[in-house]
T-cell receptor
Framework: KQEVTQIPAALSVPEGENLVLNCSFT??????LQWFRQDPGKGLTSLLLIQSSQREQTSGRLNASLDKSSGRSTLYIAASQPGDSATYLC???????????FGTGTRLTIIP | DAGVIQSPRHEVTEMGQEVTLRCKPI?????LFWYRQTMMRGLELLIYFNNNVPIDDSGMPEDRFSAKMPNASFSTLKIQPSEPRDSAVYFC???????????????FGEGSWLTVV
């Protein structure tokens, strides 16, 4: 059974700084990994999906990396802005099906 | 597309009452998921459907919970009778499952915020 862990649970950084969020998973036989953003009182929005054949995926100021062998993924946010404040969750599928296991998320606060 | 649509957005009900949550997936998507989110347990998968057929309901907590997908554009999650510990946000999500296992983006609805008093 897939288990996903995110550390830290909360992070506060000044505006403009670059930051890294971490995600680890136990079952490395995954075919993709996704990063989501959740704003308070809202649903989840998919940010990046990395296929198992990829090492990185970029969208604007966001860059996600995937290292299956070590069971780790990182989400890099460049030049952080107050609007980036949200909870970020990663999710990995269980091998052979579409069931996603989510981490508990990292609550990010960007201080103006 | 309007995205995944859930209703009601908020519901407060008394213990013992029946609760029905509704979901309209994105048109063309053939997989649908029901998740529950709480502070204590995070996001938990309750059940998922492929082509309207329930594939895995191992996450459904008790017999009080049931889910149906009568057609490709509608699904319900029912709790009967409801209990205070069912209070949570219930999310519906959908995606298109293609012929390969490479995966596609999953889209979530805004959630149904349930409070059972």
């Amino acid at each position: 059974k897939q288990e996903v862990t995110q550390i830290p649970a909360a992070l506060s950084v000044p505006e403009g700084e670059n930051l890294v969020l971490n995600c680890s998973f136990t079952d490395s036989a995954i075919y993709n990994l996704q990063w989501f953003r959740q704003d308070p009182g809202k649903g989840l929005t998919s940010l990046l999906l990395i296929q198992s054949s990829q090492r990185e995926q970029t969208s604007g100021r966001l860059n996600a990396s995937l290292d299956k062998s070590s069971g780790r993924s990182t989400l890099y946010i460049a030049a952080s802005q107050p609007g980036d404040s949200a909870t970020y969750l990663c999710a990995a599928p269980n091998f052979g099906n579409e069931k996603l296991t989510f981490g508990t998320g990292t609550r990010l606060t960007i201080i103006p | 597309d309007a995205g995944v649509i859930q209703s009601p957005r908020h519901e407060v009900t008394e213990m013992g009452q029946e609760v029905t949550l509704r979901c309209k997936p994105i048109s063309g998507h053939n997989s649908l998921f029901w998740y529950r989110q709480t502070m204590m347990r995070g996001l938990e998968l309750l059940i998922y459907f492929n082509n309207n057929v329930p594939i895995d309901d191992s996450g459904m907590p008790e017999d009080r919970f049931s889910a149906k997908m009568p057609n490709a554009s509608f699904s319900t999650l029912k709790i009967q009778p409801s209990e205070p510990r069912d209070s949570a946000v219930y999310f519906c999500a959908s995606f298109f499952r293609g012929s390969t296992s490479s995966g596609n983006t999953i889209y979530f609805g805004e959630g149904s915020w349930l409070t059972v008093v």
